[in-house]
């Protein structure tokens, strides 16, 4: 779904450093979400944000922290990389009550 | 929380069979109940859903089907195709609204 863009779509990276993963929509939504995807593991939650001004942990936040810039743009950054960080990251999307989530295309990570 | 177990982990079938994949949740507050398909290298993607006051839905060769009493659902496809093989995850909403993911089921179609 183009509508839902995600950059860089993959990063190395080195223990210790910060970086931010970034993620943007058209869809005029305005709820977003955060997801790593590990083998066998399904999809984590890390966080999620309702509207501009509203942000919420998930399962799995340590270690995370977002930042909802606009309606239209969610972040994702990683204080201080480490290594159990490396996954694939999902940027997702819906409409208030509507349940469908729309997904980003996924960044890769890999923290050496 | 919830838990959510997928069962098979792995279902391989001969083209033209039919798949049938299993959820199971502990949440007895759900009342919501997506499948999402993954293609190799892609990302999720919703194809059929139901709420907790419905026991089956159909869309074409897909339905789902569920019991709240035994706090199941199940996703099956009929006349499976080549583009049928992807991983299959089912993601219960939780009492907290949220999606609560299943580890995946990989379909594999056998021509």
């Known amino acids: 779904d183009a509508d839902v863009t995600q950059t860089p779509r993959n990063r190395i990276t080195k223990t210790g450093k910060r970086i931010m993963l970034e993620c943007s929509q058209t869809?005029?939504?305005?709820?977003m979400y955060w997801y790593r995807q590990d083998p066998g593991l399904g999809l984590r939650l890390i966080y999620y944000s309702f509207d501009v001004k509203d942000i919420n942990k998930g399962e799995i936040s340590d270690g995370y922290s977002v930042s909802r810039q606009a309606q239209a743009k969610f972040s994702l950054s990683l204080e201080s990389a480490i290594p159990n960080q490396t996954a694939l990251y999902f940027c997702a999307t819906s409409n208030g009550g509507v349940e469908t989530q729309y997904f980003g295309p996924g960044t890769r990570l890999l923290v050496l | 929380g919830e838990n959510v177990e997928q069962h098979p982990s792995t279902l391989s079938v001969q083209e033209g069979d039919s798949a049938v994949i299993k959820c199971t949740y502990s949440?007895?507050?759900?009342?919501?109940f997506p499948w999402y398909k993954q293609e190799l290298g892609k990302r999720p993607q919703l194809i059929i859903d139901?709420?907790?006051n419905v026991g089956e839905k159909k869309d074409q060769r897909i339905a789902v089907t569920l019991n709240k009493t035994a706090k199941h659902f199940s996703l099956h496809i009929t006349e499976t195709q080549p583009e049928d093989s992807a991983v299959y995850f089912c993601a219960p909403r939780d009492s907290n609204y949220q999606l609560i993911w299943g580890a995946g089921t990989k379909l594999i179609i056998k021509p």
């Open positions: 869809k005029g939504h305005d709820r």
């Open positions: 949440d007895s507050a759900s009342n919501y």
């Open positions: 139901i709420r907790s």
